[in-house]
């Protein structure tokens, strides 16, 4: 076999290697914020299929072209080694694109605005709540092990889902009883679980979807900003997004489905890209959207 | 002693994460762990679990720490050294791999490239070989979800380039002796292959490097080919490759049975084509490929066995026996069966490889009349909940398959699953064989027969535990010259208490042998 030899894998703002790219697609949302001039971003953290820029509209993320557009983000048409940034360099982002020194890394001209805003309108109408909870569980069902999942079936059995359990409890009480409640039951769960984006903020980003819906964005969205202040930049940065209505194109995908309830197989492709996010996070979006499908949404009763 | 790593305003994806998490717990001499991220609920439960430390009040929700109690320092050192072992191996990994970002990059520096193996998700994957085939480059699509329509436009597509689009799920080929993806180091020779199934192909072209001859071309079609909406057009363009290739002496055409009208087209072909071709469609109907003057193979064995006759210049002969014998293996599978408790009766198959479930199935089904599976022969037979729910009387399961495989890697590359499921089989006590695959070569996990053999051996001793004895019957599917080595994992098997016949269809022969014993 050929021995792989060293190429040109994109690098963004390196001096040696400069090669500009048009991105794929960008979040709606964010565009806007460039309307009135350009902003000021900082390298925050890099990944290997992902980086973050710190800004004063919030952090704004390029990910690689395997992953699916997110809250403010970027999605490159190549993917990019991030790796070259360092921490801390600065960058400009207006409409036209991302820019460092004067000169353009990666341009948005050509790149696909997405609206990632929630649809108001989600789990009303044809939405089936049964066969909603029913193909989540199924999932699930045969995912365990992986972050606060065995809580859809009361499992205990690593240390922050035995942990977690009893505020979950109070969490989803406290959903019954006033927005304060919830905003402060919210804040008692966050920040909890192993990896970047700790498990029990993906369940909150899916349990306060399902809130927003049924009791406004504004009791969602205070109860995100609230819980955001318990966890780390990165993770805070997400739950302030679904707070404001704005979630992944996959997670939008898979509601639209559930909503109009889709076919068997597109309901579990969609679940399946959900849980494919991260380590666990996908797993907890979906356990914390079982929760509140439970508790908050009404839909038509399976016959 | 309790002890504290911490990495300030350090973020690492999830995946290193989680895996820093497992590998420390694994260390010995760590009793308890916590790895995470210094937010307030993490903090509380390193408190509630009492891992914290003075310095943990440092700790601060951007900051990765490691909070570990460890019998001593030098436990904890080897705790950080992991650490550090863990992220910069991933490191290193990310610098010294190639990532071309685009397939006109990968031609700037590679003008000569004209094969490309495509693993990408399903809904991107159909583009990807798109552009392959605009560039001019022959396809192997690794990748599956794509559709029926996306499969037959590429493939309408490849065939008016004269160019070959392999798959989708498409996981073994070797093209001038170079193997792709799954497969093994097979001799070169010239036996030439198409197939429409991954193990099926490295089953027969194992056998065959096994009897001392070799490859010339091995080509893959995807499992969907030969079915009518497809028409068998990637089988046909294959085969005709074959037909013109000066190395092919003989061919060997493998998959499960075709629609009738692919099966006829696709014979007459091949009848056409002038050169000895034996034809495996596994549990399939011989009389249609002898109308042909083809040669219809019982197993996957026996169409390696008649292609090195026919490379040899020999008559092809049915083989349906024993390397060692009929009267031995009766014997020995007598000997086993003697050992047994009374209700002892069933078998539970456990694969990681699909075609080669699908065929020892098929070789059985004539015996016990029902094996229920996740990969039915009959509809009717469809055990349902394969992965979590428990086996039924005969059962034969695909690790491979869709259900088993969501969210996880390919049970050839992370037998785990499988593994359990030897264990879990064992308590049953019903059962009294276990029949297992262990698929070695380029590909696979580096060593599935360690694996396999710890479940075997727990297994043995549970059922022993319990005044049973407990047979189980193994077939490796690979070379010595693959990277595990046959003959070590066979070693390893057999060091567990497996019996290892050379074949599926010879370990599902013995396996019947048994039955018969068993049952009358």
């Known amino acids: 076999m050929q021995e792989a030899k060293g190429g040109p894998r994109t690098r963004i703002a390196d001096s040696e290697v400069r090669v500009m790219q048009e991105a794929f697609g960008v979040c709606e949302t964010m565009m806007r914020c460039f309307e009135s001039g ?266 | 002693m309790k002890k504290l790593e ?59 720490f490691i909070a570990a ?45 004209n094969v490309a193996i495509i693993s990408v998700p399903g809904r991107f994957a159909a583009g990807v070989a798109q552009d392959c085939l605009n560039h001019g480059v022959n396809v192997m699509l690794f990748s599956d979800n794509v559709t029926l329509e996306e499969e037959k436009a590429l493939k309408e597509y490849a065939v008016s380039k004269e160019l070959l689009m392999m798959g989708p799920d498409c996981g073994t080929a070797m093209i001038n002796g170079v193997p792709l993806a799954f497969a093994n180091v097979i001799r070169h020779g010239d036996i030439g292959m198409v197939s429409a199934s991954g193990t099926g192909s490295q089953e027969v072209s194992t056998i065959i490097d096994q009897l001392g001859c070799g490859i010339s071309q091995m080509l893959g079609t995807g499992g969907r080919d030969l079915k009518k909406d497809i028409g068998g057009l990637m089988m ?15 061919i060997t055409l493998v998959s499960k049975p075709p629609a009738a009208e692919v099966a006829a087209e696709i014979l007459k072909q091949a009848a056409e084509g002038g050169k000895p071709t034996v034809v495996c469609f596994i549990g399939g109907d011989p009389k249609l490929i002898e109308q042909y003057g083809l040669i219809p ?76 599976s996740n990969i039915p022969l009959s509809p009717e037979d469809r055990l349902e909940n394969a992965r979590k729910g428990p086996s039924k009387q005969d059962t034969f399961l695909d690790f491979g398959d869709d259900e088993f495989t969501v969210g996880r890697p390919h049970p050839m590359i992370d037998p785990s699953l499988r593994a359990e499921r030897v264990v879990d089989e064992a308590k049953d006590p019903e059962v009294a064989i276990i029949q297992v695959d262990c698929v070695i070569g380029y590909g696979s996990h580096p060593d599935p027969a360690a694996d396999l053999s710890d479940s075997i051996r727990q297994a043995r001793e549970l059922a022993q535990a319990e005044g049973r004895y407990l047979s189980v019957v193994a077939t490796i599917c690979g070379t010595d010259a693959d990277p595990q080595g046959k003959a070590a994992s066979r070693k390893k098997l057999e060091d567990a208490g497996a019996i290892v016949l050379p074949s599926n269809a010879q370990a599902t022969r013995f396996t019947q042998l048994m039955l018969k014993n068993l049952r009358g």
Do not use: W
């Open chain 1, 38 to 303: 350009a902003r000021e971003l900082k390298v925050h953290s890099v990944f290997d299929r992902a980086m973050n820029f710190s800004s004063d509209c919030g952090m704004i993320t390029l990910l690689s072209p395997d992953r699916c557009l997110m809250p403010f983000s970027v999605l490159l048409r190549e993917f990019a080694d991030f790796r070259a940034l360092s921490r801390g360099r600065s960058f400009r982002i207006d409409k036209s694109g991302i820019a460092v020194d004067g000169r353009t890394e990666i341009g948005f001209e050509t790149a696909v605005r997405t609206d990632l805003h929630l649809p108001e309108t989600a789990f009303s109408g044809a939405f089936e709540k049964q066969p909603a909870l029913d193909a989540l569980r199924s999932f699930l069902k045969d995912h365990t092990d992986r972050g606060l999942t065995e809580l859809v079936f009361d499992g205990r059995q690593s240390v922050y889902a035995r942990f977690l359990a009893p505020r979950l409890e109070r969490l989803r009480q406290a959903a019954k009883e006033s927005d304060e409640s919830l905003i402060a039951a919210a804040y008692d769960v966050a920040g909890c679980g192993e990896g970047l984006t700790p498990s029990s903020d993906d369940l909150l980003c899916g349990y306060l979807l399902c809130a927003s819906l049924a009791r406004g964005r504004d009791a969602a969205q205070k109860a995100a900003y609230r819980a955001s202040q318990r966890t780390n930049d990165i993770s805070a940065s997400l739950l302030r997004r679904a707070g404001d209505g704005l979630f992944s194109q996959d997670a939008l995908s898979l509601i639209d489905c559930l909503s109009r309830g889709g076919p068997a197989g597109e309901t579990q492709a969609a679940i399946a890209r959900v849980a494919a996010f991260g380590s666990s996070s996908g797993c907890d979006f979906l356990t914390g959207l079982y929760f509140g499908i439970l508790d908050f949404t009404k839909g038509k009763e399976a016959m």
């Open chain 2, 6 to 64: 911490v990495r300030k305003n350090a973020y690492y994806d999830s995946v290193t994460l989680m895996t820093i998490s497992k590998e420390v717990k694994k260390l010995d001499g760590v009793r308890e762990a916590l790895v995470g991220m210094g937010t307030d609920l993490n903090r509380d439960l390193v408190v509630s679990t009492g891992l914290k430390t003075d310095e943990f009040d440092a700790v601060t929700s951007n900051d990765f």
């Open chain 2, 69 to 113: 109690e460890c019998e001593s320092e030098e436990v904890f050192d080897a705790v950080v050294k992991k650490v550090d072992e863990l992220l910069t191996k991933k490191s290193e990994k990310s610098k010294s791999d190639y990532f071309p970002p685009t397939l006109d990059g990968a031609l700037r520096i590679e003008p000569d490239i």
């Open chain 2, 236 to 250: 046909k363009q294959c085969l005709d490759a074959l037909i013109h290739d000066d190395e092919t002496k003989i």
């Open chain 2, 297 to 372: 193979a019982v197993s996957l064995e026996d169409a390696a066995h008649k292609a090195v006759a026919l490379s040899r210049g020999q008559t092809p002969v049915v083989f349906d026996s024993f390397d060692m014998g009929r009267e031995n293996a009766e014997k020995f599978a007598k000997q086993e069966t003697d050992k047994m408790a009374p209700g002892q009766k069933y078998v539970r198959g456990l694969y990681t490889g699909g075609t080669i479930c699908d065929e020892a199935m098929k070789l059985m089904i004539g015996d016990l009349g029902h094996i229920y």
